[in-house]
């Protein structure tokens, strides 16, 4: 079935860089995207999101973008802190939520201090 | 912390048995959306229940089964349980019926181990 992933299982960045995650969708009909944040031993915490009729959305420290195209969603952080050490889910949904959120495998990001 | 809240936060039992998960939504909050989190399957969507009543069905097992009581907070049940059960389950809850834009916020989970 049609599935969201993530091209990056791990990714490493230095202290104070900016950081940007990746993710590749399948389903066309999806209509709004969701980043959520991991650390470990707790639930998914929302990070930001976007719907399908934007291309491009930013928060405190980090932008989304969407390419409809050729179904592409990225999370950037902006000057990447400890702190931001957790693994990054991107998620969809399609249908006015019917299915719930589909979850890609999840980026683990390191900061190398 | 995001508000939601779930019970126990640990649960460890044996093959066959069965135990109940137990999850109070965000105040205000009228959705509960359980999901499953595994190495080998990632985080996938079981049920969600708005203001009562089933709303949207995943992958939930016939084994598996949940409720949403009058006072909004939501039960879990997991019954005949298999040793591939274990897995961290999160509740979400969000303020609608679902959909774009209705922001799910996730409880910190509770781990099963079945042995």
């Known amino acids: 079935g049609e599935s969201v992933g993530l091209h990056l299982p791990t990714l490493s960045v230095q202290e104070g860089d900016n950081s940007i995650i990746n993710c590749a969708y399948s389903?066309?009909?999806?209509?709004?995207f969701i980043w959520y944040k991991q650390e470990s031993g707790k639930g998914p915490q929302f990070i930001i999101d976007?719907?399908?009729?934007?291309d491009k959305r930013q928060g405190q420290r980090v932008t989304v973008l969407l390419n409809k195209t050729v179904k592409h969603l990225s999370l950037q952080i902006a000057a990447t802190q400890p702190g931001d050490s957790a693994v990054y889910f991107c998620a969809e949904m399609s249908g006015g939520g019917a299915d719930g959120l589909t979850f890609g495998k999840g980026t683990h990001l390191i900061i190398q201090p | 912390d995001s508000g939601v809240t779930q019970t126990p936060k640990h649960l460890i039992t044996a093959t066959g048995q069965r135990v109940t998960l137990r999850c109070s939504p965000r105040s205000g909050d009228l959705s509960v959306y359980w999901y499953q989190q595994s190495l080998d399957q990632g985080l996938q969507f079981l049920i969600q229940?708005?203001?009562?009543?089933?709303?949207a069905k995943g992958n939930i097992l016939e084994r598996f089964s949940a409720q949403q009581f009058p006072d909004l907070h939501s039960e879990l049940n997991l019954s005949s349980l298999e040793l591939g059960d274990s897995a961290l389950y999160f509740c979400?809850?969000?303020?609608?019926?679902?959909?774009?834009?209705?922001?799910?916020?996730f409880g910190p989970g509770t781990r099963l181990t079945v042995l």
């Open positions: 979400a809850s969000s303020v609608m019926a679902g959909g774009s834009t209705d922001t799910q916020y």
């Open positions: 976007i719907r399908s009729n934007m």
């Open positions: 389903n066309s009909a999806s209509d709004y």
């Open positions: 229940y708005y203001n009562g009543e089933e709303r």
